[in-house]
């Protein structure tokens, strides 16, 4: 089963504009990752935010995390074409021995 | 990743057949996992080892074997091969930490089997 849950299942903006994919997640967390999958490949790990964390920046990502709400946002800002892919997250939740539960995933497309 | 790699990258086979998926890492990582991604969905554990002599079961374990031979190889085997097994399977890695302090997994590049 899923613990988390991406929204929207699909974005497509445009080069230089913002996208924000929204994660929401069932149980407790000692932190939410996301990753990011190019086509086929691997996936990427991108950022990690602890639960007792609330904001985390890295270069052109924003990632928050609402413990209340049980959500988490990605923001990839000034977006680009290399940025196309499918982004996950992934909660590892209280009691799990670090095992990571994976949520359906976004499919962004940057288009020129 | 190159320091995680996977073989065979593609394979194809037939209902009934045992086949074995392998993985191996230089990161000098304890635990190592295994997943199943279907096209469109996340990835699902199949089995997991935090070291040697520790292997678990995943959510979705059933039609699947493991073996750790080392601490750098986790090979994964389809027992009798079938057609709703034909998926995308990822190995990755992480370096295994205390506290509750969280951990990044590294992933190999995939092996896409289908069975016919």
Same mark, same amino acid.
């Given at each position: 089963?899923?613990?988390?849950?991406?929204?929207?299942?699909?974005?497509?903006?445009? !080069?230089? !504009?913002? %996208?924000?994919? $929204?994660?929401?997640?069932?149980?407790?967390? $000692?932190?939410?990752?996301?990753?990011?999958? $190019?086509?086929?490949?691997?996936?990427?790990?991108?950022?990690?935010?602890?639960? $007792? !964390?609330? !904001?985390?920046?890295?270069?052109?990502?924003?990632?928050?995390?609402?413990?209340?709400?049980?959500?988490?946002?990605?923001?990839?800002?000034?977006?680009?074409? %290399?940025?196309? %892919?499918?982004?996950?997250?992934?909660?590892?939740?209280?009691?799990?021995?670090?095992?990571?539960?994976?949520?359906?995933?976004?499919?962004?497309?940057?288009?020129? | 990743? *190159?320091?995680?790699?996977?073989?065979?990258?593609? #394979?194809?086979?037939?209902?009934?057949? #045992?086949?074995?998926? @392998? +993985?191996?890492?230089?990161?000098?990582?304890? #635990?190592? &996992?295994? &997943? #199943?991604?279907?096209?469109?969905? /996340?990835?699902?554990?199949? &089995?997991?080892?935090?070291?040697?002599?520790?292997?678990?079961?995943?959510?979705?374990?059933?039609?699947?074997?493991?073996?750790?031979? *080392?601490?750098?190889?986790?090979?994964?085997?389809? @027992?009798?091969?079938?057609?709703?097994?034909?998926?995308? &399977?990822? +190995?990755?890695?992480?370096?295994?930490?205390?506290?509750?302090? /969280? @951990?990044?997994?590294?992933?190999?590049?995939?092996?896409?089997?289908?069975?016919?």
């Amino acid at each position: 089963s899923q613990q988390g849950e991406e929204d929207p299942q699909a974005l497509s903006i445009q !080069e230089g !504009e913002n %996208a924000t994919m $929204n994660c929401s997640y069932k149980t407790s967390i $000692n932190n939410l990752q996301w990753y990011r999958q $190019n086509s086929g490949r691997g996936l990427v790990h991108l950022i990690l935010i602890r639960s $007792n !964390e609330r !904001e985390k920046h890295s270069g052109r990502l924003r990632v928050t995390l609402d413990t209340s709400k049980k959500s988490s946002s990605l923001l990839i800002t000034a977006s680009r074409a %290399a940025d196309t %892919a499918s982004y996950f997250c992934a909660t590892d939740a209280t009691g799990t021995a670090s095992k990571l539960t994976f949520g359906t995933g976004t499919r962004l497309q940057v288009t020129l | 990743d *190159a320091d995680v790699t996977q073989t065979p990258r593609n #394979r194809i086979t037939k209902t009934g057949k #045992r086949i074995m998926l @392998e +993985c191996s890492q230089t990161k000098g990582h304890d #635990r190592m &996992y295994w &997943y #199943r991604q279907d096209p469109g969905l /996340g990835l699902q554990l199949i &089995y997991y080892s935090f070291d040697v002599k520790d292997i678990n079961k995943g959510e979705i374990s059933d039609g699947y074997s493991v073996s750790r031979q *080392a601490q750098a190889k986790f090979s994964l085997s389809l @027992e009798s091969a079938i057609p709703n097994q034909t998926a995308l &399977y990822f +190995c990755a890695t992480s370096p295994g930490t205390s506290g509750g302090g /969280g @951990e990044t997994q590294y992933f190999g590049p995939g092996t896409r089997l289908l069975v016919l």
